[in-house]
């Protein structure tokens, strides 16, 4: 079976919100990780640090229409939130 993979690079801030998108587009799987060498160590319980920039990749079927994704994810995010 073919996938689509998406990546984006996006602020720290809206890193939930985009993923809520992507998520509501129909996404398989939802992945973050740094987009930079930044590192984290030892985060304090029950909290959820990110990196300044974090690369968002998303997995979709084959058959999704990657041009009504991105238009839409520019539409509602613009460049403020992806890089």
Known sequence: MAWLELSI???EADTESISD???QANALS???K???EEA???PDLDTT???QRVNVSALFSAET???DLIYNLQLEFGEKAIL
């Open 9 to 11: 690079q996006v602020r």
């Open 21 to 23: 998108f992507l998520q």
């Open 49 to 51: 640090p990110l990196w």
């Open 30 to 32: 939802i992945t973050w």
């Open 34 to 36: 740094a987009a930079d």
């Open 65 to 67: 229409p990657t041009a």
């Open 40 to 42: 984290l160590f030892e």
